[in-house]
């Protein structure tokens, strides 16, 4: 086992619908605000009215030439701009380019603007840009990222569905903790999809309808009582990880990562396992040294949809943290879908550096009373350890355990 003592997050990075920036990020959370709306941006709708939280128009991003802005998709773009401000804020220019890696949470990511390359090109596919052949592969994105930042240490994807954000993390930690690298960025990539993959989601049953076109505010309501399924929303987070004092011009860390898992659950299917997912918090637990009595707040999963909601408050339960807070980022960012694990492990360490947790929106009737939800108001807290999971279809449970500096 890699030896997981002294790591710790120096920079963060974040990019969702309610804020571009962790400042701007951070006092949407709080507020409960959202930009839930029928989603328009092209090649997304094809005549139907689902509801997400789309980016507002942001400026390009500093370190993409005009050349290489022409040929960057949605989620190189916002990647690259994501990766800027965590990259900033830990002070990595002029370090060893060697010994810095990166690690991108997701795959298939940018189905959209595919599409609209297939829709563009199938009367003359011979005009075809020739920088289609390399946008179709996932590695596009490292490569994009690494010739902006002078990364040399690695880069490379990994794939867990709604859990890849997270398992970037775990990834880059595990990275750092071997020695394979200095310093090691996580990047939950913008998951770009198009109107087919929201229609297969939505008859797969995960994501809610067209019901809620006419009131978006009301769509996205996880572990409540009325909630009908996930809601898409755009977003990328970037966390920068390296061992405590490695650096001696590092920022002061926001946390201590002290503990982490992936379980499987041998399932191709959708459905959530609550076998798996307790496995993996109490292995998350057992690896930081922590108990359960220990964590003080909860970030879960939580994507509304009716049995994964369930199944993961039935793993809570079993695993003996109904003390512990609980609140749903996704009630406010949607879901990120691949940036999801990496955005709500960015919304923990906020919360635990800012002392404060934010609301649930529209968790009017909870489905379990037995927990300690965090309901419509932001509250004060002081978070000394806590909990983020994250799952994937495919069945991947994902936990992390992250713990101020000084606990």
């Known amino acids: 086992m890699s030896d997981s003592a002294g790591l710790v997050v120096t920079g963060i990075g974040v990019t969702t619908a309610v804020g571009r920036g962790k400042a701007a990020f951070t006092r949407s959370l709080f507020a409960g605000e959202h930009r839930f709306a029928v989603m328009d941006r092209p090649g997304r709708q094809s005549g139907t009215r689902f509801v997400g939280a789309e980016l507002p128009a942001q400026a390009p991003p ?14 190189g773009q916002v990647a690259l701009a994501t990766l800027e401000e965590a990259w900033t804020e830990a002070g990595l220019d002029g370090y060893d380019p060697d010994r810095v890696g990166l690690v991108i949470g997701g795959s298939n990511l940018q189905q959209r603007e595919l599409v609209l390359a297939h829709d ?26 690494t010739s902006a930042f002078g990364i040399r240490g690695l880069a490379h994807t990994v794939g867990g569905a709604s859990a890849s954000g997270q398992l970037a993390v775990i990834e880059a930690a595990e990275a750092v903790a ?46 409540d009582t009325a909630r009908s399924g996930f809601v898409y929303g755009e977003a990328c987070a970037a966390l920068v990880i ?29 459905n959530p396992s609550l076998a798996g997912e307790s496995a993996a918090i109490r292995q998350a637990l057992d690896r930081a040294g922590l108990t359960a009595r220990d964590i003080d707040y909860v970030n879960p999963h ?18 003996g943290l109904t003390h512990a807070a609980v609140n749903a980022t996704k009630s406010i960012t949607g879901h990120g879908l691949t940036a999801a694990g990496a955005v709500e492990a960015a919304a923990s360490l906020l919360q635990l550096r800012h002392g404060r947790l934010h609301p649930t929106r529209n968790l009017a009737e909870p489905v379990d ?9 932001a509250v004060e807290a002081d978070i000394q350890h806590c909990l983020s999971l994250s799952m994937g279809f495919g069945g991947i449970n994902t936990a992390l355990c992250l713990s101020a500096c000084a606990a």
Do not use: Q
């Open 120 to 145: 563009r090109h199938r009367a003359k596919p011979h005009f075809l840009r020739p920088s289609y052949g390399l946008s179709y592969l996932d590695t596009d994105l490292c490569g994009l990222c």
């Open 62 to 75: 500093t370190r993409l030439g005009a050349r290489e802005l022409r040929t960057a998709s949605l989620t």
């Open 302 to 319: 939580g994507t509304a949809s009716p049995t994964g909601d369930e199944t993961e408050v039935a793993a809570l339960k079993a695993c």
């Open 178 to 223: 071997a020695g394979r690298v200095d310093v090691c960025v996580a990047l939950g990539a913008l998951a770009d999809l198009s109107y087919w993959e929201l229609l297969g989601l939505h008859a797969m049953g995960a994501m809610a309808g067209e019901e809620h076109a006419d009131a978006p505010a009301a769509a996205c309501r996880p572990f």
């Open 242 to 270: 390296e061992r405590r004092g490695a650096r001696p011009d590092a920022p002061a860390p926001y946390a201590r990562i002290g503990g982490w898992s992936v379980r499987l659950d041998g399932n191709r299917n959708p």
């Open 369 to 377: 009373d037995a927990l300690h939800w965090v309901r419509e108001t």
